[in-house]
């Protein structure tokens, strides 16, 4: 497909050349209406192996889940003004080819390209023993068959402290379920990683709703016993539900890249990416939550936020089609639990003080600040959506500044 006489942008993709991007989600998505808002006259195509349209996924464990939005809250393309974009759903990328370029799927087409983006997500983890009605959630079908069981008759179990499970359990026991018990590796979920207060907030808001929480030990397994599931925890003990919820993180969705075209990070499977997407390979670029650019693999920049892929797809899509890409926002995410918003921004995971500035533990309404050797990195609110805006925007004039200087 590469004509030499073409024009091509600094990247090496010729201007009327084929795009083709692998995954229709997220980062996907959000890489070709860059290439589009950046001017990008050639073709684009996006490749999906789910049948939905390109979709959101945070609210598959808010309200997609509780049954108060439904699929067409989640599209992401504007049906109004849709992009210039073609794309085939339900068939998955098998095979990636570096000479010539291009992606087989597994209706046996092969697609050829001027550049392939990669964008494919990530897979939810299993433990690796699982019952019959052990669930993950990872997209729509998965969000789909659990909706359809959680109702008010129904125990569930909830293996994860992460906010994907917490966010599942404030769901279950807003649903009326007959229990909710968390099994969390941590008595505070998410001490370690955000530090004790947050931590002993999260457990107190869920507590208040009359959610349980199991030991904290690591889960084990699950099996089928007599009238449900049994959920068995490393440290032996054992929590009776009818329903399991696995959300126990998940992995980049990268087997398909394991014949070594591409290099991959030994432990996760990520692609590894300089800071603007590219893997090395002519021609080829990964961005989202499959990809670990160089920023992330330096710790700098966390992994698995809705954030981190929108703003990726935006410096890759401006890098692949010659335009200046946005600089980098200090990083942000979300969480929604009952009628609580958690919002964290900044370098939160450099932190080596963690101190309430406002607020309390006790009636879920607190601030916290993140401190490195004295200097603020990072906030965190309970319901504080004015104060974590106005940081963030402080931040944006901040880095502003540094830029100009
Ligand atoms: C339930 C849930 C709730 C979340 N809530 C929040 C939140 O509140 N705040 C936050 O910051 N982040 C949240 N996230 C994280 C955020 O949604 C992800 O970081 C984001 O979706 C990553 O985008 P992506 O495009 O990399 O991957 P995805 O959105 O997963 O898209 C990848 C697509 O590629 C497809 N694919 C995979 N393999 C192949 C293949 N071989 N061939 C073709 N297609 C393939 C997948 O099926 C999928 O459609 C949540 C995630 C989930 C699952």
Known sequence: MLDSSMTMYGAGLPVDGHLLIVGAGLAGYHVARGARANGHQGPITVLGDELHPAYDRPALSKAFLSGAAGIEHLVLDDP?????????????????????????????????????VIATGAQASRLPLSGQATFVLRNIDDALALRSRVVEDQRIAIVGGGFLALEAGATCAERGAASVTVAAGEHHPGAARLGAPVGEAVRLLHERRGVHFAPPSRAASVRDVPGGQELVLADGHTVEADIVICAIGATPATAWLRDGVLSLDPTSGAVLCDDTGFTGMPGIWAAGDCAQWASQASGLRPVGQWQEAVEQAGILSASLTGAAPAPFQEPYFWSEQYDVKIQGAGRISQADEVRVIDGSIETADLLVSYLREGAEVGILGFNRLREVKRWRKQRQVRAADVLVA
């Open 80 to 116: 109004e003004n849709p992009l210039d974009v073609t794309w085939f759903g339900g068939a998955a990328a098998e095979r990636l080819s570096a000479e010539p370029l291009g992606v087989e799927t597994s209706d046996g087409r092969f697609h050829d390209a001027d550049a392939v």
